[in-house]
């Protein structure tokens, strides 16, 4: 079974940025990045095919969150720029899925998440 862990959350301020990592036993085929904020339902952020260029973001992230991974360090990050505070979530990076969807369900591998805070 593939391990996830996630790195990188914390406090900022809006307008901020801040890199998130997802150290993984292995690198699958694909992974992703998902987030839900208390009371509200997991949503897909970002996800990718490893070993391609190929990347898929939610309409919310795009031109502010950048996916992108590291083979030989088995890792995958997620590159978080113009923070606002409804960016404000747990962070999850997943894996295995059979083609990237950024639909929770379609996902068999979760990290435990890092939580990211942006204040005003």
């Known amino acids: 079974q593939v391990q996830l862990v996630e790195s990188g959350g914390g406090p900022v301020h809006r307008g901020g940025s801040l890199r998130l990592s997802c150290q993984a036993s292995?690198?699958?085929?694909?992974m992703a990045w998902f987030r839900q904020a208390p009371g509200k339902e997991r949503e897909g952020v970002a996800g990718l095919y490893t070993g391609t260029t190929v990347t898929l973001y939610a309409d919310s992230v795009k031109g502010r969150f950048t996916i992108s991974h590291d083979e030989d360090k088995k890792t995958m990050y997620l590159q978080m720029n113009s923070l606002q505070p409804e960016d404000t979530a747990m962070y999850y990076c997943?894996?295995?899925?059979?083609?990237?969807?950024?639909?929770?369900?379609?996902?068999?591998?979760w990290g435990q998440g890092t939580q990211v805070t942006v204040s005003s």
């Open positions: 997943a894996a295995g899925a059979t083609y990237v969807v950024l639909k929770p369900h379609s996902w068999s591998v």
């Open positions: 292995e690198l699958k085929y694909t």
